[in-house]
């Protein structure tokens, strides 16, 4: 069956945008059902689809297995019951999930200290990055050569011009409430796979405590990974670079590793530093 040219459009549109998308297409059926070998879908990272199965059972719970094959960025072959599509029960469909995923994105909120490994380890994995701050003495091409792109404006306004899905991974690292609050808030309403936050665990304390009397739910106050980073128990930029990476890595692959969240301390002969910092920052801004 060939693609309608509303799909094909769609799928165009997102490849040149380097945005993530899958396709679903059936590659075997019986006659008994009411799908033919050759109908497609395609699945948006949110669950919505463009196209028609003709059979609602069967496109829901493809539908499902493609946002996450998405989430894993893998292209998968999955077997139905022929039921689902009025067929015989006990015979198969065979649907082949293509996944279109590009390259991770990372966007740094924050051109601190921690921001330049951060985005040199990126780089070496294959994440385009992203550096948004206001302050253009740590946005600029001199601190951030590899950054693939650098905005400079506040939390609202780059939001405003990012693309962010579940290919995203966010990094709030600045240490100013400024930056840092807006910034949180508006990760929570994206799609992002990853959202981390620096800061002490009295300062995350704070922000969950600040971001639920603002009206935003546990569920959403959970995705954030704060403090970030796993416990490697690394002291400097690069080794707590390193620590928010390895994090996002296993993030981005679904494995389950000791978070900084269930540690003790955040590289707990860093914690007093970060509170030291948060503290001048305070104190600066006042």
Request: negative net charge.
């Given at each position: ?20 998308i ?8 019986p ?21 028609d ?15 996450r ?20 029960a ?57 950054a ?8 609202d ?16 690292l ?12 508006g ?7 990853y ?28 995705r954030?990974?704060?403090p970030v ?22 993030t ?35």
């Amino acid at each position: 069956m060939r693609m309608g040219d509303g799909m094909f459009e769609t799928l165009r549109k997102y490849l040149a945008e380097e945005r993530l998308i899958a396709t679903a297409t059936v590659v075997a059926a019986p006659a008994s059902a009411s799908i033919a070998v050759g109908a497609k879908v395609i699945v948006h990272p949110d669950g919505r689809t463009e196209g028609d199965f003709a059979a609602a059972a069967l496109l829901a719970v493809v539908a499902g297995d493609a946002v996450r094959a998405q989430r894993r960025e893998e292209s998968v072959r999955r077997t139905y019951d022929a039921s689902l599509a009025d067929g015989e029960a006990g015979a198969e469909i065979d649907v082949f999930i293509e996944v279109y995923a590009p390259s991770p994105h990372l966007i740094l909120f924050g051109g601190d200290h921690i921001a330049i490994p951060l985005t040199h380890y990126a780089k070496e994995l294959g994440f385009r990055v992203t550096i948004v701050d206001a302050r253009s003495r740590f946005a600029n091409r001199e601190r951030f050569p590899e950054a693939d792109e650098i905005i400079v404006a506040w939390p609202d306004k780059a939001y405003a011009q990012l693309l962010i899905d579940p290919s995203t991974y966010i990094a709030i690292l600045s240490h100013d409430p400024k930056l840092d609050e807006p910034a949180t808030r508006g990760a929570l309403g994206t799609t992002a796979r990853y959202i981390g936050a620096i800061g002490a665990h009295k300062t995350h304390t704070e922000r969950r405590a600040r971001l639920a009397r603002e009206g935003f739910t546990a569920a959403q106050i959970n995705r954030i990974h704060g403090p970030v980073g796993l416990d490697l128990g690394g002291k400097t930029p690069p080794e707590i670079a390193l620590s928010i990476i390895a994090e996002i890595v296993a993030t981005r692959y679904d494995r389950t590793l000791v978070l900084a969240t269930e540690a003790p301390a955040l590289h707990s002969e860093a914690e007093a530093t970060l509170q030291a910092i948060e503290e001048i920052v305070e104190v600066a801004g006042d």
